[in-house]
């Protein structure tokens, strides 16, 4: 994409500023460069208010985005949008119109995900999470009103980055999106939610539980054998008291691994009292994992006992479902049938 090393979107205003006054030019001009590169121009050259000497410096040194759609699936069912993003380094991405990713890959290694099966290859910096945003703005012609990172990675495995990012996209010289419309899915990292309690801002939270004991959950996500459901419990406590917001549980049902009636009743009575909300997921299929979802009934069932716990609970619609949309599921097939993605 560019020999210039920054990417414009990794700074912050203030940063920008002492690059502008750097390079020669009155800090004003920061705040112009600011507002169009947030408004989605694709090159400096577009920015006309600019003199043409100063482009080229900002050429030199910056590039926009770091970000290029390299392929699009728009779902036929239900118009839900999948990108694949390519990176600078000719690595790929994956989100869709709500849901970013954090990370290529991810190092959690939950069983039932395809993210977890080609591991870690490194962060997003901020600039690439803040260039998906300004890509899927500009294919869709809409302005992005929610942010949820739910896409490939463990957004507090890369905590610095996540909630600069998340600063920057409330603030109001970018794109002023309301932390209450802010959603980050975590497996349970115990500190980072401590950590993220004390930020200030009301994110919405989402807890990946998976299971009603961490004997089941460990068999699934080797994060359980860190920490127990219950350090969980007590961190995701002290998020509603600081942040005045309810936690949602993501369960993703697995046949006869955790959708029993005796699952939902151990759950129902763990998260009961809990200022929550529990959304049943059931399993998207991925190959080689051996898993099933679980019967329509059973569903039924354990969403009928989790409310008899006074919790309210919702039933994931499966959206893009003839497109993948699943986390990782799309970059997992591209990296095994023609190995676009470094596999180191
Ligand atoms: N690492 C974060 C966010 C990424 S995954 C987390 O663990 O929350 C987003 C959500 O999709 C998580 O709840 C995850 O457990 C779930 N998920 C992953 N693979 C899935 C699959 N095959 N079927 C259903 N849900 C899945």
Redesign the pocket.
Known sequence: MACSEINIFDLELDELKNEVTALGEPGYRAKQVWQWIYQGVASFDEMTNLPKTFRDKLKARFYIGGVSVASKLVSEKDGTRKYLFALNDGKVIESNSV?LS?QVG?R?G?S?????KLGIDRNLSIGEMVAQVIEIQKDTAEKVSHIV?????????NYDNVVRFLRRMNSPDTLNISYRRMT?????LVPEILRFAEEEFPVNL???L?APNDEIRKTI?PVARKYSIDKILAACHIYTQKTGRRITF?Y?L?RNVNDRTEHAKELGKRLAGLLCHV?L??????EG?G?SKSDKEKVENFKKIIEEYGLPVTV?RELGSDIAA????LRKRLVESDGMVDKR
């Open positions: 849901c954090t991810c959690m939950c039932f995900c395809a993210s977890s990172l739910m896409g490939i990675g463990e957004p507090f495995d980050v899915s975590t497996c349970g989402s807890v990946s998976h996500m993501e993703t697995i959304n997921i059931p399993v998207n299929i991925v994992t898993y994931r699943s986390c990782g599921q």
